[in-house]
């Protein structure tokens, strides 16, 4: 059963992607209630309510369960615990274990090794000695990170070539918390796919995007990704295992690594709309974030296919002087999320260049 236009769909997360969802679900007919502590949030401004609360406060989550025909979210921390208990009185997609898969990057890999996805080798670290026998193991590389609440390469740290040992205080410089080492991925690019599982089982991934990070922040997403036909299919074909593994309803983002053969390793997955896929607003007739709406609401997905090549750049922090000349481009689509302030590392907004089809 679909939702019938003049529902209410609640979105746990007030940040730019509930924003997007808010947008493509008003415009498919639904209302939105956001749930947020911050007031005036990017989402909340083009939502049809917010509760200010924090995510796992009781009442606030009873209150979007009573308000909401189904409740979705767009950020990976949502307490599982909340969602579980939201879940007991109302529909909440992505489900429950997707969050807890996707939180913990050591629970992450063994999910993706256990369906058959390879990812980089990882170790579970908790201490200095642990941290100096895995970098042995590694040749003395690779990329430290905390297991849960990273993004946006916060909380990393990457070992070059550095002789073994040595290494007290490492962990308490990192606060302390579960680390895990994963080897220094030798890859020639980065992809992502985004995909979506509807309530009847039926799958649409559109291609994978080619994507450049800096300091751990995405800065563009290319289409078409200059890979092999056999290399996006495999990553397609990941995406599509992942969700059917989870039971998931909703869009993923998934991220992988490119080695020189042309293979993949699943980096991490991403349980709501994705940064990497924000091209598909302008090159696709569906984007990610109705495709969402569409999932959720029990709709028909929409077709994953493009009109046009494209890129994608992120709008980091003082990147917003641009905004005046980018608006004279002719074949640019952009995109601000009402956030008051910029600050350095600050996502602000995005543009995507199209490449004109005939
Ligand atoms: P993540 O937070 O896991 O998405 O990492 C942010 C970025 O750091 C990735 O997009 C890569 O560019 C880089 N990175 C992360 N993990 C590895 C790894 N194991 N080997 C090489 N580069 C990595």
Not at 310 to 326: H, K, R
Request: aromatic share 6%; hydrophobic share 45%.
């Amino acid at each position: 059963m679909s939702l019938v236009p003049g529902s209410t769909i609640g979105i746990i997360g007030g940040g730019q992607l509930g924003r997007m969802l808010a947008m493509a679900a008003a415009r498919l007919g639904y209302r939105t209630i956001v749930l947020e502590p911050q007031v005036d949030c990017p989402a909340a401004q083009v939502a049809n309510r917010q509760i200010v609360a924090a995510y796992d406060n009781p009442a606030a989550l009873a209150e979007l369960a009573a308000a909401s025909a189904v409740v979705t979210y767009e950020f990976e921390n949502v307490p599982v615990a909340a969602a579980e208990t939201l879940a007991t009185k109302v529909a909440v997609y992505p489900p429950a274990r997707a969050l807890e898969v996707a939180q913990d990057r050591v629970i992450e890999k063994h999910f993706l090794n256990g369906i058959g996805i390879p990812t980089a080798e990882f170790c579970p670290i908790d201490n200095d000695e642990q941290l100096t026998a895995a970098l042995k193991k590694f040749s003395g590389s690779g990329v430290l990170k905390t297991r849960r609440m990273g993004y946006d390469g916060k909380g990393q740290r990457v070992f070059r070539n550095m002789e073994t040992g040595g290494f007290a205080g490492t962990c308490e410089a990192m606060g302390n918390v579960p680390l895990i080492l994963e080897s220094l991925v030798a890859f020639e690019r980065e992809i992502s796919v985004i995909a979506a599982r509807g309530i009847d089982a039926s799958i649409a991934a559109y291609d994978p995007a080619e994507n450049v990070h800096r300091e751990g922040i995405l800065r563009s997403s290319t289409l078409p990704a200059a890979i092999r036909p056999d290399t996006a299919a495999a990553a397609k074909k990941a995406a599509a295992k992942i969700l059917s593994a989870l039971d998931y309803v909703g869009v993923v983002g998934v991220e992988f690594f490119v080695l020189a053969d042309g293979s993949l390793l699943a980096n991490e997955l991403a349980p709501r709309v994705h940064n990497s896929g924000h091209w598909t607003e302008a090159a696709c007739l569906v984007s990610q974030f109705e495709q969402h709406i569409r999932a959720v609401a029990g709709l028909p997905l929409g077709a994953p296919s493009r009109h046009c090549d494209c890129v994608m750049e992120n709008l980091i922090g003082d990147d917003m002087l641009q905004v005046p000349a980018l608006l004279a481009e002719p074949d640019l689509m952009l995109h601000l999320y009402g956030k008051a302030e910029s600050r350095p590392g600050r996502k602000m907004g995005h543009f995507t260049r199209i490449s004109r089809r005939a």
